[in-house]
């Protein structure tokens, strides 16, 4: 199975939407551990991604627009999801640059640039409490499924199965990075903001898919 | 002259530092400034702090100030951006923003380069108030 250039825009779409519909949900878990604008910040990125899609040519390609929305959102959300998504979309943006349409190694490849771009730029691993922690389970899920052939919808289903577990443990554990940090232990009991972003991004992706 | 560009979440923090380290360097550095975003929210940008980078460069490179968490990966991501032109001529002093930023500009004004900038910037996180 491939995901095309309009599946794409569709899943961009989607998470726009769900974004937007978690707003006030993601500000609050944000007011709990860190400064209250998860939400906004993300929100205000995603308009104006969806607003900057508008203006590119048909004829771009996915790498271009994967980075597109990466420029976007570094130049928009403000708080540290700017730099860490901004980094994830631009990365995997440059491992697809000018192709059409995407295999499924190359969605495992984009997943991993994606995380490999979070690590790198905000200093983090698993277990910190942070987005790595849905992302990681989500890659190695979506990976090891496509390797044990199993079809591309079922294998982003189970990541996105993954994402939400890994989202869950996030409530077990103290943070070690970003403002949650200062908090320390007293952030054991809450989810973290970013993990819970990053899961409903991993969902957007496998629902548009599971539905198409 | 060695460039300084101010980044905070707050458009209103690297307002008044500029204020206050133009004031003692007389104008004489160029001094640019990146704090919140577009739409007036408090937060960074990292294109903003890529752009006052440029403005401020006269060749001789750039250091950089930030105040906490994301500004420090947007500066970052900043200096990524700007590519290899700009490769080891622009870097995040390890410093406090305002004490960092007046010491920087000062040492610029009277004409050091870019590693003496960046170290007495640098060096000012070890200055006791008493």
Redesign the interface.
């Known amino acids: 199975m491939v995901i095309t250039k309009n599946d794409v825009l569709k899943i961009v779409d989607k998470i726009v939407e769900v974004i937007k519909e978690n707003k006030e949900y993601l500000t609050e878990l944000d007011a709990a551990i860190g400064d209250a ?1 998860h939400g ?2 993300l929100d ?1 990125g995603f308009d104006a991604v969806k607003q900057k899609l508008t203006t590119l040519p048909e004829t771009t390609d996915i790498g271009t627009i994967l980075k597109t929305i990466g ?1 976007t959102l ?7 999801s ?3 998504y ?2 994830a979309f631009m990365r995997a943006g440059q491992v697809v640059q000018g192709k059409n349409e995407l295999s499924e190694e190359d969605i495992v490849k984009i997943f991993e640039a994606a995380l490999d771009g979070i690590k790198q ?2 200093k983090a691993e698993a277990g910190d409490k942070t987005m790595i922690d849905s992302i990681e389970p989500a890659y190695k899920a979506l990976k090891d499924s496509l390797e044990n052939n199993i079809a591309l919808p079922e294998a982003l289903n189970r990541a996105a199965n993954a994402a939400k577990e890994g989202m869950e443990y996030t409530k077990n554990i103290s943070a070690r990075k ?2 949650a940090s200062y908090l320390g232990e007293r952030s054991i009991g809450h989810l973290d903001p970013g993990a819970t972003s990053a899961y409903l991004m991993i969902k957007s992706f496998s629902d548009v898919v599971n539905l198409s | 002259m060695v460039g300084i560009v101010l980044v905070s ?1 707050s458009r209103k923090i690297v307002e008044g530092i500029y204020e206050l380290a133009s004031q003692m360097t007389g104008g004489k550095v160029p001094i640019g400034i990146a704090g ?4 007036g ?8 702090i890529m752009e006052e980078i440029k403005k401020v460069d006269e060749g001789e490179g750039v250091v950089v100030l930030v105040d906490i ?2 500004a420090v ?2 500066a ?2 900043a200096i990524e951006l700007l590519g290899e032109e700009y490769e080891g001529k622009v870097k995040i002093a390890d410093a406090p923003l305002v004490e960092g930023a007046i010491a920087a500009s000062v040492e610029a004004s009277i004409g050091s380069d870019f590693d003496k900038v960046l170290l007495v910037a640098e060096e000012a996180k070890k200055l006791n108030k008493f």
């Open positions: 604008d906004i910040n205000r420029m570094v130049s928009t959300v403000g708080g540290a700017g730099p860490l901004g980094t730029r905000g970003g403002r | 979440h919140g975003t577009q739409d929210r408090l937060g960074t940008d990292a294109t903003e968490g994301s990966m947007s970052q991501m």
